[in-house]
């Protein structure tokens, strides 16, 4: 039996090992405190692949979708209130529209739109996206404010575009990693297809703000003015580098937990982790809703829509069909 090694927690704090449990549809939220960094750990089994399998995608546009979901889950898992988190992409790619709706606290729903005729072989999930826009909505109910972040996309993947947001429109020095991979086990039926993703999110936090300042963009400096010679700070550069050597094999391995992943990374600094958060796939649609929606529509547009006596209307997230008669419909005769 392997002795498992001890979780530096704090000076004061009691000392643990890492569990070696994996749990998937979670995230995980962990602190770094010697080198001021904070962080999430997503890791995604049955909640992704109940939403990706729903939809059939070919393999890279259910990857694609599969990374959106993983970094809305680092970003939305953050919001302290029964609020809404959307992030959105708009774009002149194969897959041209994505959405991924995350409700606080735990449920995710998620579709891509994509054009079959523009996929090719050895497309990323840059490739697949193209140019065009990145937009993070907050929404915290009908009597507060939204909140919208908008980034470009400019042939970049999505872990770009989440670098490029947090340091202009946050400032908080930030780095993102997103894995999404397909699982074939064994069973009684022959192999099994699965889903799994991984992600992580750490972020430079110092006491002192003008640390972090240090790891401003120099396209913030005005054209013909000569940029700034800024030293990023030293706990910042080892922050960096010890994300930067996760194997996207560790963020999808079902059989690594994710309190031993973050010890593999962080023991030498002492890693605290945080009560984990769970994940679900639930659409929040219902027949209710399509219904007060069909009425919403004028009447020429609801007449459009019966086809062979009847109206249909399938759910774009959840792949659900609601069917009602004309009547039903608010269709005049
Ligand atoms: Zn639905």
Redesign the pocket.
Known sequence: MSQSPDIKITAEAPVRAPSSVPVDDAVLPFEVAELDLRGRLTRMGPALDDILTKHDYPPPVGKLLGEAIVLTTLLGSSLKFDGRFILQTQTDGPVSFLIVDFQAPDRL?AYARYDVTKLKDGQNSADLLGKGHLAMTVDQGPDMSRYQGLVALDGGNLEDAAHEYFLRSEQIPTRVRLAVGEEWRGGGDGPKHRWRAGGMLLQFLPKAPERAQRDIDPGDVPAGVEKPEIEEDDAWVEGQSLIATVEDVELIDPDLSGERLLYRLFHERGVRVFSSLGLRAQ?S?SRDAVSAMLKSFAAQDRAEMVKDDKVVVT?E??S?VYQFTPHEAGVEE
């Open positions: 729903r659409c649609c759910c997230f959840c659900s």
